[in-house]
């Protein structure tokens, strides 16, 4: 058996070696491609935002300056027309502050991202430029809406005179702002065409990369086949014994389960069926007692046990209906029992109806089925006993009836704010079937009872930790 598994294992390691060597180069190109395409992508987008900046900026301001030199002409060539006159000039002048107010000067800083050191002092000259722009458009406009209030009178042609020479040095200082923006438009395709070309060099170092580990991978390709094909004969034979093997194996397990899953079945529908008829002939004996009840209502004392004896039965009965009910055939839900439990009490023998207010704070713990049922003969013992003596003449009161978690255990509370019942005390020594069950149940969980009586009557119970399944 050894001869036959060491072969596989030999083949095996080869495989996954050239595989893995196989892998490994694929990622290495993968990498190396991925950081080439980022800085190829950077290098794009920054060419792009350059470009976009440059059209916005430099050509918007080019295009309005040609309508500024436009402007200006036509001005100057009204100023040479004596026949012009006054108004003659004042529209062309206006019209020539109007144009040269449109530009949006250019922020210096702005061109940072392409003048690099900017050797031809292109950011202090165009500062000094839009300075001495923004100046000579003041000053202009300040004249030209002098000169139109002033109107055709010394005054005015004052002023228009001298917006004409204002006028005139503003035409000769467009033509060097107008050199200026050539010139930085002349550094920025300079840049421009520096960035090409370090992006041409990139893109055939990648090139280069690319085709060397393409071979490289290309001939890991080859010998991967290779020994694929020697090895595909052995490996096919091992793969035919595996699922001849895990073909066998896989049936018999199916037939386990199958029966497995029948027994469990056939269990669940066993254990339910167990309770709904426990729960069933426990119903039947409370409503016999009932009966009989009926026959002997003559005798008090006769028709009291009966009393006790079918609400003890139905408490039973309870906990056989939530099993059968229920998904979890182990544990049962101490707050929805005990809730059903004290309200079917209190709804029955709280007279006159409705005068009895019950308070429940029940800890939700799921307890054994067993464990439970005697918690709820205690309280149906306890609740029974206060609705019986504590409110006498029908005088309303509080019953509260409590199941709290506590560090080393749990504790059960049974309390009311009626009359104190002479009898509550003796329920640690009275030989009276309620007492004697209560002392019974509560010595076999392993609890403590005590018993208060300064304002209504508090019956609290200690409970070891040991009883629940999971609280």
């Not at 091992?238 to 073909?247: F, I, N, P, T, Y």
Request: glycine share 8%.
């Amino acid at each position: 058996m050894a001869s036959e598994r060491n072969p596989g294992g030999i083949v095996g390691g080869r495989q996954y070696g050239f595989l893995l060597a196989f892998l490994s180069i694929a990622a290495a190109i993968g990498v190396l491609l991925s950081i080439q395409y980022r800085e190829i992508s950077e290098l794009l987008a920054m060419m792009e935002k350059r470009q976009s900046f440059f059209e916005k900026n430099i050509f918007e301001q080019a295009t309005a300056l040609n309508r500024v030199v436009f402007a200006s002409g036509a001005f100057r060539m009204a100023d040479a027309e004596a026949e012009a006159g006054f108004q003659g000039r004042l529209g062309p002048g206006l019209s020539l502050v109007n144009h040269a107010r449109i530009p949006e000067l250019i922020d210096p800083s702005s061109l940072d991202p392409f003048l690099g050191e900017d050797p031809l002092f292109l950011r202090e000259r165009l500062q000094r430029s839009n300075e001495a722009y923004l100046g000579a458009i003041a000053e202009m406009g300040r004249l030209i809406e002098a000169a139109d209030a002033a109107g055709d009178g010394d005054e005015g042609r004052r002023l228009m005179g001298d917006f004409s020479r204002a006028a005139r040095d503003l035409h000769e200082s467009l033509s060097a702002r107008s050199a200026l923006f050539n010139q930085i438009e002349n550094v920025f395709y300079s840049e421009e065409n520096k960035l090409q070309a370090e992006m041409q060099a990139l893109l055939r170092e990648t090139a280069n990369g690319f085709l060397l580990l393409t071979g490289l991978l290309a001939a890991t390709a080859v010998l991967y086949l290779r020994s694929r094909l020697r090895i595909g004969a052995e490996l096919e034979r091992h793969r035919r014994g595996l699922e001849d093997l895990v073909a066998a194996r896989t049936e018999e397990l199916a037939r386990a389960n199958l029966r497995l899953t029948d027994a469990l079945a056939e269990r669940e529908m066993l254990v339910r069926e167990v309770h709904h008829r426990v729960k069933n002939n426990l119903s039947m004996i409370s409503g016999l007692i009932s009966l009989q009840r009926s026959e002997a209502a003559d005798a008090v004392g006769v028709d009291s046990a009966f009393d006790g004896l079918a609400q003890r039965v139905q408490a039973i009965a309870m906990i056989h209906e939530q099993l059968y009910r229920s998904e979890n055939l182990r544990g049962v839900s101490s707050r929805d029992y005990i809730d059903r439990l004290c309200r079917g009490l209190v709804d029955s023998l709280a007279n006159p109806p409705g005068s009895v207010t019950l308070e429940l704070d029940v800890h939700d713990a799921e307890l054994p089925a067993e464990v439970l049922l005697n918690l709820g003969l205690v309280i149906n013992e306890l609740v029974v006993n206060a609705l019986k003596h504590a409110f006498p003449g029908g005088r309303p009161g509080i019953l509260r009836v409590r199941l709290s978690a506590e560090e080393d255990g749990y504790r059960l509370s049974v309390e009311d704010d009626g009359t104190p019942s002479p009898g509550a005390s003796s329920i640690l020594r009275s030989g009276s079937m309620g007492s004697v069950i209560v002392r019974g149940i509560i010595e076999q969980l392993g609890g403590t009872l005590s018993v208060e009586t300064s304002s209504g009557t508090r019956l609290s119970i200690r409970l070891p930790a040991s009883l629940t399944l999971r609280g």
